[in-house]
């Protein structure tokens, strides 16, 4: 990829960080300070991201000591990855929310129990054991991906930061990562918003075990709060800024009610375990990309723990797999 970097009003400056995903880039912010810059999520670490930087510092003069301080809308991987990469060459203090951090250390710490607690949440939902251990080995390749990891320091959603001369508020955005924070700038109107909302992809939404069991809920309420503040301009994790955040909201909403209403539709037939589901949906070729699969079924089953939630649906245990059907609708006549 070429033209890492573009301006932003305020001498911002966008970088788009390689990914060795469909998703291409991640967006990184360089935010002009006092002294040097904060950077906003640095990206996934590889040799390609590596060589991003480099080529994005030289060209505009800027070396390691300049890197004030890092800060994170997320924990997930392809932000948080190289944080404790320009660390250790900054110096720079690294901030995040404590929940995000607790996140990071449990997926990728020393004792981590993650693919454990992953794998025996996704067989008992009717993933096939071959598939769940190219889902487990794409995990481990993450913790190279995320190392060495930072010593962080905690921000939370509530409180307010400076960040290039202004004052921002920091906003909790659960659903898509838990501790994730959105800041907003009331004189101009700006949001980063991190993942929580971007244009053209719809954010995953995943079950993750030992976090909340609805995050598809916390997610839609999220959004249904962020719809309240003024945004001129948002600065998404992925994409382009854009306007008409309201919008995309409304759309991002629109999209799961669907999604939500054609589950609850397929399981009117015959019960289907949350596997089957995610295969219909999805479809199948997913199963030669253990990393897309891996998201595909635990937004399956975010989707399917919200419907269950809502009654919608309900769970059946058939031969050691969990299976899902609609509820019967439940007509209720009352006779004189
Ligand atoms: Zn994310
Ligand atoms: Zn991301």
Redesign the pocket.
């Known amino acids: 990829m070429s033209g890492f970097i573009a301006e932003l009003p305020e001498g911002w400056l966008q970088v788009k960080v390689p990914l060795p995903f469909s998703l291409k880039w991640v967006n990184s912010y360089m935010v002009p300070e006092e002294r040097g810059y904060t950077i906003i999520d640095p990206g996934l670490r590889t040799e390609e991201a590596v060589g991003a930087w480099s080529k994005v510092m030289q060209d505009r003069g800027i070396a390691w000591l300049d890197i004030s301080r890092i800060v994170l809308t997320?924990q997930?991987p392809?932000?948080y990855g190289l944080a404790g990469y320009m660390q250790e060459r900054s110096g720079a203090p690294v901030y995040m929310s404590s929940r995000a951090h607790a996140y990071a250390r449990r997926l990728w710490g020393e004792d981590s129990d993650y693919p454990e607690a992953l794998e025996s949440l996704f067989l008992q939902h009717g993933m096939p054991e071959g598939l769940m251990d190219d889902i487990v080995r794409n995990l481990a390749e993450f913790v190279s991906r995320v190392s060495p990891q930072p010593v962080v320091q905690y921000i939370e959603a509530g409180e307010k930061l400076q960040l290039g001369g202004r004052q921002w508020q920091l906003i909790d955005a659960p659903g898509?990562?838990f501790g994730g924070l959105c800041f907003y700038q009331p004189e101009l109107g700006w949001m980063l918003c991190?993942?929580q909302v971007l244009p053209h992809i719809t954010p995953?939404v995943s079950v993750v075990p030992g976090e909340e069991r609805d995050p598809l809920g916390c997610f839609l309420h999220s959004l249904e709060e962020l719809k309240a503040w003024e945004v001129t301009l948002a600065l998404p994790?992925h994409r382009e800024p854009f306007t008409g955040f309201r919008e995309r909201i409304e759309q991002l909403q629109g999209h799961h009610d669907r999604r939500l209403a054609a589950m609850e539709e397929l399981l009117k037939g015959a019960p289907m375990s949350a596997f089957a589901v995610c295969e219909t949906s999805f479809g199948s070729h997913l199963r030669r990309n253990p990393h897309n699969l891996r998201f595909a079924m635990a937004e399956t089953l975010a989707h399917l723990f919200h419907l269950e939630g809502m009654g919608r649906v309900d769970a059946v245990r058939k031969d050691g797999t969990l299976e899902y059907e609609a509820s019967p609708t439940g007509i209720v006549s009352f006779e004189a």
């Open positions: 997320h997930h392809d932000h898509h990562a991190g993942d995953n994790g």
